[in-house]
């Protein structure tokens, strides 16, 4: 399954690698209309985090979260990651191409307890393959959402 950087992923990382949970909630109410957002919520932090695309035509977080794009973002979920002992080793590798000679790739393995477990990610973009490993990694990668 080809996995896409954007919404969807970064919702199954925001579920199944950080363990967030999604919620709605009322940001502002007018005499027309009651605009709701949603938002991902850490229990243990008590953080609430807003996803890139998950808003409203009204709301546009500064700062929201795109694991998925951004590379800022996709390193707290390395370190979410290593919160349970799984590390990830991220490589960027040229790859022959018939097109253009050379086409970068970014390949995530991952470590367990210092062996090497699995090459488990090939893309184009160091943040796509850190979420596509870290899905992988907790045996939620292909899953829908």
């Known amino acids: 399954m080809s996995e896409q950087a954007g919404r969807e992923m970064d919702a199954r990382v925001a579920e199944k690698v950080m363990g967030w949970k999604r919620v709605r909630w009322c940001d502002w109410q007018t ?4 605009s709701f957002t949603y938002s991902w919520h ?3 932090t008590g953080k609430m985090t807003e996803l890139a695309e998950d808003c409203d035509d009204y709301y546009n977080p500064k700062g929201s979260w795109s694991p998925s794009t951004d590379l800022e973002a996709a390193w707290e979920v390395v370190t979410a990651l290593e919160r349970k002992s799984l590390f990830l080793t991220l490589s960027r590798n040229q790859i022959p191409n018939d097109a253009n000679g050379q086409q970068s ?6 470590w367990d307890n210092g062996k090497q477990v699995a090459h488990i990610a090939t893309a184009d973009t160091a943040p796509l393959a850190i979420c596509k490993a ?3 990694a907790v045996g939620a990668e292909g899953e829908g959402r």
Do not use: I
Not at 31 to 34: C, E, G, L, N, S
Not at 105 to 110: I, M, N, P, T
């Open 42 to 44: 850490d229990a243990v």
């Open 134 to 136: 870290a899905l992988k």
């Open 105 to 110: 790739k970014w390949d995530v393995l991952l």
């Open 31 to 34: 005499d027309t209309r009651t």
